[in-house]
């Protein structure tokens, strides 16, 4: 799933940074989920950085599920994404379902032929798993429901389920845009107040999707004294962690081999736009 | 959620003994219980019973149906662990004591004796069960 994130990256890094080549390396199946963890804002745009990365740059068709109308899409894609056209946007399909259980039924019936021809979403995208998990659409947070860790599993299980399910199909009838991955976005409740960062460790609906999900993504803001000393631009940390990412300078003298990228910047200026930088 | 390497390797000698001997030897049936404790026991009662089906529909989506002792009917996942039992919610999820339930467990050692029934469903039917939304 690093594939797709990796590629978010690099499409929006800073001008400023020095350039470097990342390789994109096609997930394997054991890493093609990825849950987005932190400020439910900020995922978002990252997940429609994903999508629109991913259907323009690699042409795949993508499934994007939220709760929430998308009224615009972020300012950096307009200034970032010169291949952005009408018909790449038209690959990604947008459906909202407003309960846990319409979105069961909307990912259960991505097999149905009707979703699947002439070929199958290589992404699936869910954002802000808490507004489908939490108490109810939308709801409280507050009070955690032992059946809430349940259906956590079965939303996860059956993303899981049905991402292999097409990744089979998509092996037949389009190999170059296989495998299916998943990215889901989840806030936890926890990190909604002022309690320590540690504690999201101990969410338990954040528990049943770490199951599930083989790479986590954390965005954290950035608080120390040189960020604010950066000025107006927001700084956000972004962790990635049990990630295939390969990372090869292009610069003539490093000979060096694949380093891990693990962690990366993400400053998001007064006007929305956002770049990566690597620490 | 994978199994661990020694739940596999368990399976994968159950598979290869039943395939010669058409019974599960008692060092095996031991390594079962060892493992998977008191679910090992209702496990393999649920295969003795023929509780496990497989379910296909014409999309080739594949789901499997188990009957639970009290005759409620459970889906379960090809690819990853899940089962809609109060034991998954509690034990696995809650407790965090165990990969599997016994439900989960039965599929395995279904597929380990090659005592899994077949059944065919409708796409849409398939979308029904998967969703949880089907009547059961």
């Given at each position: 799933?690093?594939?797709?994130?990796?590629?978010v990256?690099?499409?929006?890094?800073?001008?400023?940074?020095?350039?470097?080549?990342?390789?994109?390396?096609?997930?394997?199946?054991?890493?093609?989920?990825a849950?987005?963890v932190?400020?439910?804002?900020?995922?978002r745009s990252?997940?429609l950085?994903?999508?629109?990365?991913?259907?323009s740059?690699?042409?795949?068709?993508?499934?994007?599920?939220?709760?929430?109308?998308?009224?615009?899409?972020?300012?950096?894609?307009?200034?970032?994404?010169?291949?952005?056209?009408?018909?790449?946007?038209?690959k990604?399909?947008f459906s909202?379902?407003?309960?846990?259980?319409?979105l069961?039924q909307?990912v259960?019936?991505?097999?149905?032929?009707?979703?699947?021809?002439?070929?199958?979403?290589?992404?699936?995208?869910?954002?802000?798993?808490?507004?489908?998990?939490?108490?109810?659409?939308?709801g409280?947070l507050?009070?955690?429901?032992?059946?809430?860790?349940?259906?956590?599993?079965h939303l996860?299980?059956?993303l899981?389920?049905?991402?292999?399910?097409?990744?089979?199909l998509l092996?037949?009838r389009?190999p170059?845009s296989a495998?299916?991955?998943?990215?889901a976005?989840?806030?936890?409740?926890?990190?909604?107040g002022q309690?320590?960062?540690?504690?999201?460790a101990?969410?338990?609906?954040?528990?049943?999707?770490?199951?599930?999900?083989?790479?986590?993504?954390?965005?954290?803001?950035?608080?120390?004294?040189?960020?604010?000393?950066?000025g107006?631009q927001?700084v956000w940390?972004?962790?990635?962690?049990?990630?295939?990412?390969?990372?090869?300078?292009?610069?003539?003298?490093?000979?060096?081999?694949?380093?891990?990228?693990?962690?990366?910047?993400?400053?998001?200026?007064?006007d929305?736009?956002?770049?990566?930088?690597?620490? | 959620?994978?199994?661990?390497?020694v739940?596999?390797?368990?399976?994968?000698?159950?598979?290869?003994?039943?395939?010669?001997?058409?019974q599960?030897?008692?060092?095996?049936?031991?390594?079962?219980?060892?493992?998977?404790g008191p679910?090992?026991?209702?496990?393999?009662?649920?295969?003795?019973?023929?509780?496990?089906?497989?379910?296909?529909?014409p999309?080739?989506?594949?789901?499997?149906?188990?009957?639970?002792?009290?005759?409620?009917?459970?889906?379960c996942?090809?690819?990853?662990?899940?089962?809609?039992?109060?034991?998954?919610?509690?034990?696995?999820?809650?407790?965090?004591?165990?990969?599997?339930?016994?439900h989960?467990l039965?599929?395995?050692l279904?597929?380990?004796?090659?005592a899994?029934?077949?059944?065919?469903?409708?796409d849409?039917?398939?979308?029904?069960?998967?969703?949880?939304?089907?009547?059961?």
């Amino acid at each position: 799933m690093t594939d797709i994130l990796t590629l978010v990256f690099r499409t929006f890094m800073s001008q400023t940074d020095v350039r470097k080549e990342l390789t994109v390396v096609p997930p394997s199946p054991a890493s093609c989920s990825a849950l987005l963890v932190g400020h439910s804002r900020i995922s978002r745009s990252v997940l429609l950085l994903a999508a629109v990365a991913a259907a323009s740059e690699m042409g795949m068709r993508v499934v994007f599920f939220t709760q929430t109308q998308i009224q615009s899409l972020p300012v950096s894609l307009q200034k970032c994404v010169p291949s952005l056209s009408p018909e790449s946007l038209k690959k990604i399909k947008f459906s909202y379902p407003r309960t846990v259980e319409e979105l069961l039924q909307q990912v259960a019936g991505l097999h149905e032929p009707p979703n699947t021809s002439p070929t199958p979403p290589s992404l699936i995208i869910v954002d802000r798993l808490e507004g489908y998990l939490c108490g109810g659409a939308g709801g409280s947070l507050s009070g955690f429901q032992p059946g809430e860790q349940s259906c956590a599993a079965h939303l996860s299980a059956l993303l899981c389920d049905t991402a292999a399910f097409l990744t089979q199909l998509l092996k037949q009838r389009s190999p170059s845009s296989a495998p299916c991955r998943v990215i889901a976005s989840f806030q936890s409740e926890v990190d909604t107040g002022q309690v320590g960062r540690e504690a999201s460790a101990t969410d338990p609906i954040l528990a049943v999707l770490d199951r599930y999900f083989q790479v986590r993504c954390t965005l954290d803001r950035d608080s120390s004294y040189e960020a604010a000393a950066a000025g107006l631009q927001d700084v956000w940390h972004v962790y990635l962690s049990r990630t295939g990412i390969t990372e090869a300078s292009c610069t003539e003298d490093c000979e060096d081999g694949p380093a891990v990228a693990q962690e990366w910047q993400l400053l998001i200026s007064p006007d929305g736009l956002m770049e990566f930088k690597l620490p | 959620m994978f199994l661990p390497s020694v739940a596999e390797q368990l399976f994968q000698d159950i598979q290869k003994a039943y395939q010669e001997t058409s019974q599960i030897p008692d060092d095996l049936l031991i390594a079962l219980k060892f493992v998977f404790g008191p679910c090992a026991l209702q496990a393999l009662d649920l295969v003795d019973q023929q509780s496990v089906t497989c379910l296909s529909s014409p999309s080739g989506r594949k789901a499997f149906q188990v009957m639970g002792g009290s005759g409620c009917l459970y889906t379960c996942f090809v690819s990853c662990h899940y089962c809609p039992c109060p034991a998954f919610a509690y034990t696995v999820l809650r407790r965090n004591e165990g990969p599997l339930c016994k439900h989960i467990l039965a599929v395995y050692l279904c597929q380990a004796t090659a005592a899994t029934q077949q059944e065919s469903v409708s796409d849409q039917q398939m979308s029904a069960l998967l969703s949880g939304t089907a009547a059961q």
